[in-house]
């Protein structure tokens, strides 16, 4: 029930009241939602009183709604929507799920298909390839069926369902780059679960659904795929870009992203806007292994309480040894990336990043707003080559 007391904690009263009116559900005992002050506790007591069916329902909604309140949700709400302005009319990121949850059911599982795909985008699921710029895709029903039924043929699948819409994706420079997306549903072999039927632990049959999703950007032709596995991978993107592109799968990568820590061998300033918030750049841990082998390696670490730099601290406890001096590569580094406060708050956040030659990153598993930031900072400090 953690995300029901999420969503009901954090969703405006007016909004909750919406959604109860919407879904035609009565809560017992009734909620006055005229009156003045807190009605957490009643809406709570009262989905605490429901059958078990109804109960599901609400957990149901609450799940998905919470799930696209936070950051990155916003971000691929706002990416699908008809109208942004009126969005920003809306009190918190809550009402704002919970009115397209309620006012656009497409428009919301298309936001859910969107953070699917960016949240899994330059991971072990993503691939990238160049393809032609400024191809129209084709959306007509012919060229759907024909790209379904080779869905169908090369996963056996009987049952396929494809969503294609158009979205947008945030880039570092702060514009908006237009995409066109694919959310593709199969349906996958046999299977069977554990379920409690009247009581009774049974096993049940049942056919799993695998996600997949394709995004295509006209104005450079990089078409990026997210599956479960690669050979799945250059299969989607060849048939899409054959039956809804008609252009054929050239199966050439976009370069990974490669990078250089040799400049932090030596003390760097981390130049940055200050538009961006940032209070300061501190290296934390350098990790080197010397030239003449690979089976060695040192590391250099200043902790968070430390009052000089690592370049610092390396030459105090090493001097002429200074392994930064010369004869040493740096293979990995960790920064951390402190932003000034936010009114109201007494401490800014903090960025950690880890990076690993040739190609290591976390940053993949930071929200949307984080990636644009360290994206931006990893080229302007000339750390990544290609992104």
Not at 95 to 118: I, K, P, Q, S, Y
Not at 190 to 213: C, H, S, Y
Not at 281 to 305: A, F, H, S
Not at 372 to 383: A, C, N, P, T
Request: proline share 6%; net charge negative; with cysteine.
């Amino acid at each position: 029930m953690s995300a029901v007391t999420a969503f009901i904690r954090n969703t405006p009263k007016a909004s909750l009241a919406a959604y109860f009116i919407h879904t035609g559900i009565t809560l017992s005992p009734p909620v006055n939602w005229d009156a003045p002050g807190d009605i957490v506790r009643p809406v709570l007591q009262a989905v605490d009183e429901m059958d078990a069916i109804t109960r599901d329902r609400v957990e149901t909604v609450a799940e998905r709604v919470t799930g696209m309140a936070d950051e990155a949700g916003e971000t691929a709400i706002y990416s699908v929507a008809r109208d942004p302005g009126f969005l920003d009319t809306l009190s918190n990121p809550y009402a704002r799920a919970l009115w397209m949850f309620l006012n656009d059911a497409m428009g919301f599982r298309h936001a859910e298909e969107v953070r699917f795909t960016d949240d899994r985008r330059r991971g072990r699921m993503w691939d990238g390839f160049i393809g032609e710029p400024n191809l129209a895709l084709h959306r007509d029903t012919a060229a759907i069926d024909l790209f379904k039924a080779a869905i169908r043929d090369r996963f056996q699948s009987n049952n396929v369902h494809v969503d294609i819409f158009d979205r947008q994706r945030p880039t570092f420079e702060g514009a908006e780059c237009a995409l066109v997306q694919a959310a593709i549903y199969r349906e996958g072999r046999p299977d069977d679960f554990l379920e409690f039927v009247n009581g009774t632990l049974d096993r049940r049959a049942r056919r799993p659904v695998f996600e997949a999703a394709i995004t295509y950007e006209p104005a450079t032709g990089v078409i990026e795929v997210v599956a479960n596995d690669r050979e799945s991978r250059e299969d989607l993107v060849r048939i899409f870009a054959r039956d809804l592109l008609g252009t054929e799968f050239e199966q050439e990568r976009l370069p990974f992203r490669q990078f250089d820590l040799g400049k932090l061998r030596q003390p760097f300033a981390f130049p940055t806007d200050p538009g961006d918030g940032i209070e300061s750049v501190r290296v934390n841990q350098l990790r080197l292994m010397p030239i003449d082998t690979v089976g060695e390696r040192v590391t250099l670490e200043c902790m968070r309480q430390a009052t000089q730099t690592i370049w610092q601290m390396a030459q105090d406890r090493f001097a002429s040894n200074n392994p930064l001096l010369g004869g040493w590569v740096v293979t990995q580094a960790k920064l951390s990336i402190r932003f000034h406060p936010q009114p109201g708050a007494k401490r800014g956040k903090t960025l950690p990043l880890t990076i690993t030659m040739p190609h290591g990153c976390d940053l993949k598993d930071r929200t949307e707003r984080e990636r644009m930031i360290g994206d931006k900072y990893l080229r302007r400090w000339e750390i990544v080559r290609h992104v």
